[in-house]
């Protein structure tokens, strides 16, 4: 018989190499969801994570994660994505699009920027039009859509299921 | 050029069976968690999802999903996962134990219950002792503890993966 002791404080899983993900988003509707997705990301070693506009972290929801990797307040998302992507950074959208990626059959480049969307209007027109890949989340059943947090999480997940080392 | 074009109603896709997964939870800290948790099972195609003590989903934030899945609210988790376990469901545990399997390494058996610990208190242990396996997320930074809904999250898109037809 399995024996199961809960285990407090393990370890974390050590990097070999920083993560080249950084992730991306617009000025968001909840600043709810951008602490949890803070959150995930740091958890995730995730290095670097861009947001928009009147960004307020609630500590006891982000676990100051904030304050554990780089977190750069943008006015506005488009230009710091075409310097990314000069600096070869491709640009990965979450998001459902005519032309979109299933995300169980997408291998993530190494180095990339994830991209997510406003939780009632996605990626905006100007975004989508540079971006380099979209991806989808399947869903099964209704309400037919994830919290965006949700799926940021979903997605952060699958790039460090292939690279766990970083 | 890639175009991308935002895709609002895609349809989901189908399932060939009905999931043979069960999520089930004790009673829980928060109902905002609960309620993100039951609108990701219910987006994911769980059909039942257990949930203990004085659960009170916010529709707002399940998106009414508890409409969507057999939503069963118990006094306590123990019975109905002994029961579960005799009707052939293994019970897998979502923990960090002295023998969990790093979930990226783990199949996940396809008719099984994913048990979920509360936020403080993790998985109780005389739940512990009647658990098949136990998995851990990996973490890679502060503050080294995933969200339990973040957490589910990634366990049900991980299990959806192995199954996407159901």
């Given at each position: 018989m399995n024996e199961f002791v809960h285990l407090r404080h393990k370890p974390p899983t050590t990097l070999e190499q920083p993560r080249e993900l950084i992730l991306a988003m617009p000025q968001m509707r909840s600043n709810v969801?951008?602490?949890?997705i803070v959150r995930a990301a740091a958890c995730s070693g995730v290095g670097t994570v861009i947001a928009c506009g009147n960004v307020k972290i609630d500590p006891?929801?982000?676990?100051?994660?904030?304050?554990?990797?780089?977190?750069?307040?943008r006015r506005s998302l488009l230009p710091v994505l075409k310097k990314l992507k000069d600096e070869g950074f491709p640009l990965i959208g979450l998001?459902?699009?005519?032309?979109?990626?299933?995300?169980?059959?997408?291998?993530?480049?190494?180095?990339?920027?994830?991209?997510?969307?406003?939780?009632?209007?996605?990626?905006?027109?100007?975004?989508?039009?540079?971006?380099d890949a979209t991806l989808e989340i399947p869903v099964w059943g209704m309400?037919?859509?994830?919290?965006?947090a949700t799926a940021t999480c979903m997605a952060l997940y699958e790039y460090c299921r292939q690279y766990p080392g970083g």
């Open positions: 969801n951008v602490a949890r006891k929801i982000s676990r100051e994660a904030e304050q554990h990797l780089d977190l750069q307040i998001e459902q699009t005519s032309n979109s990626d299933n995300i169980h059959d997408y291998i993530f480049p190494h180095k990339c920027v994830l991209i997510i969307g406003h939780e009632r209007n996605g990626i905006t027109e100007d975004v989508l039009q540079i971006l309400p037919f859509s994830y919290n965006v």
